[in-house]
């Protein structure tokens, strides 16, 4: 079975710093990898997604990430957060086997202080 | 545009009822899911449709059911079973089980 792991449900940056969100995911076979935003009270969006093409996956408002095989990652990063990041993110992972279900991680809320 | 819709946005309901929420996409997507949401607890799958007619029971499926008649609907019933039925409800599709997965904007169920 497959399963992501998301470090940290809670993460604080400053307005311009980098904010990196981890992924960890357990599969053993080439997955296909996905990062989603959610704001409150609002369905999921679509940031990125990794499909066995380039590692490094750029998505939207600035997202951008990178698929690591041997560390079994796909952290989420953004050199210079704005105060329009502050939402959820969520990891989650697809594959071959089980219809290909999509298994998600338990999210991680970002704050961007001023 | 293309999209999903689900309506309506809050519902509230008495408990002991049950009610049904709409969710229809016109992506021409083959697949259709139903989560839900808790705080703190991520999106648990209830149930999901590969194709029309057909559907399996996701990971909390007790207490819900479903119906694909149609590609473009995919309504879930809360029944009176379901013990904790106040959650955020969340509809999705995608071309195929895999791929990537269109949200609609939710609903959110309040029974008293």
């Known amino acids: 079975a497959q399963s992501v792991t998301q470090l940290g449900s809670h993460v604080s940056v400053s307005e311009g710093a980098l904010v990196l969100l981890r992924c960890n995911y357990s599969?053993?076979?080439?997955?296909?990898l996905f990062w989603y935003v959610q704001y409150p009270n609002q369905g999921l969006q679509l940031l990125l997604k990794?499909?066995?093409?380039?590692?490094l996956v750029k998505g939207i408002n600035g997202f951008e990430a990178e698929f690591k095989k041997s560390e079994t990652s796909f952290h989420l990063t953004k050199p210079s957060a704005h105060m329009s990041d502050a939402a959820e993110y969520f990891c989650?992972?697809?594959?071959?086997?089980?219809?290909?279900?999509?298994?998600f991680g338990s999210g991680t809320k970002l704050n961007v202080k001023p | 545009d293309g999209g999903i819709t689900q309506s309506p946005k809050y519902l509230f309901r008495k408990e002991g009822q049950n009610v049904t929420l709409s969710c229809e996409q016109n992506l021409n997507h083959d697949a259709m899911y139903w989560y839900r949401q808790d705080p703190g607890q991520g999106l648990r799958l209830i149930y999901y449709s590969q194709i029309v007619n057909d559907f399996q029971k996701g990971d909390i499926a007790e207490g819900y059911s479903v119906s694909r008649e149609k590609k473009e609907s995919f309504p879930l019933t809360v029944t009176s079973a379901q013990k904790n039925p106040t959650a955020f409800y969340l509809c999705?599709?995608?071309?195929?089980?895999?791929?990537?997965?269109?949200f609609g904007p939710g609903t959110r169920l309040t029974v008293t």
């Open positions: 999705a599709s995608s071309t195929f089980p895999g791929d990537e997965q269109y």
């Open positions: 990794y499909t066995s093409a380039a590692t």
């Open positions: 599969s053993s076979v080439p997955p296909y």
């Open positions: 989650a992972v697809s594959g071959v086997g089980n219809f290909n279900k999509f298994y």
